[in-house]
T-cell receptor
Framework: GENVEQHPSTLSVQEGDSAVIKCTYS??????FPWYKQELGKRPQLIID?????GEKKDQRIAVTLNKTAKHFSLHITETQPEDSAVYFC??????????FGRGTSLIVHP | GAVVSQHPSRVICKSGTSVKIECRSL??????MFWYRQFPKKSLMLMAT?????????EQGVEKDKFLINHASLTLSTLTVTSAHPEDSSFYIC????????????FGEGSRLTVL
């Protein structure tokens, strides 16, 4: 089955800096890679996703890049704000159609 | 977008009792739903895949007799924690794919279970 590795587990940045979270996956059949943001005690919310037929997708301050050859994808947040502080999860959806989540990254944005 | 509703959001029960958690897709049909358990500051651990009209598929290490899953209709899946013990205390969260099996996952609000 799919195995998704996510790094780092914790990321601390100053407000205005950029943050990058990286994930690798194992199943070459995976074709859908969402990123979720989860605030404390709340449900995960989709913030951006990418399918295997594109290499990059951007939505305002958030972007995701995908390297199919290397089997890794990354979340980029620019001009971080304190409200970006949360836990971020990457996921991969492969041939089994069962999403596999990374372990999560706790992002802390200091004012 | 699609909405998944889960309740109760919080439940406190005594050790040995059973607790039922409901997960509903409000504006779409979900033939498949996923149940996760989440420990503090940890990732989402898939417990089982709930399939409408058939038995749930449990992940390795998850006791199917303890965590009973029923997918009674295209909009409702339930998780029953039987004979709960303090170690079952956790955050349980369900999700459903909104567009077939290759699209976005929509999550319920989650249920915080505390077993005394």
């Amino acid at each position: 089955g799919e195995n998704v590795e996510q790094h780092p587990s914790t990321l601390s940045v100053q407000e205005g800096d950029s943050a990058v979270i990286k994930c690798t996956y194992s199943d070459s059949a995976s074709n859908y890679f969402p990123w979720y943001k989860q605030e404390l005690g709340k449900r995960p919310q989709l913030i951006i996703d990418i399918r295997s037929n594109v290499g990059e997708k951007k939505d305002q301050r958030i972007a995701v890049t995908l390297n199919k050859t290397a089997k890794h994808f990354s979340l980029h947040i620019t001009e971080t704000q304190p409200e970006d502080s949360a836990v971020y999860f990457c996921a991969g959806l492969g041939g089994s159609y069962i999403p596999t989540f990374g372990r999560g990254t706790s992002l802390i944005v200091h004012p | 977008g699609a909405v998944v509703s889960q309740h109760p959001s919080r439940v406190i029960c005594k050790s040995g009792t059973s607790v039922k958690i409901e997960c509903r897709s409000l504006d779409f049909q979900a033939t498949t739903m996923f149940w996760y358990r989440q420990f503090p500051k940890k990732s989402l651990m898939l417990m089982a895949t709930s399939n409408e009209g058939s038995k749930a598929t449990y992940e390795q290490g998850v006791e199917k007799d303890k965590f009973l899953i029923n997918h009674a209709s295209l909009t409702l899946s339930t998780l029953t924690v039987t004979s709960a013990h303090p170690e079952d205390s956790s955050f349980y969260i369900c999700s459903a794919p909104g567009r077939g099996l290759s699209g976005e996952l929509f999550f319920g609000e989650g249920s915080r279970l505390t077993v005394l």
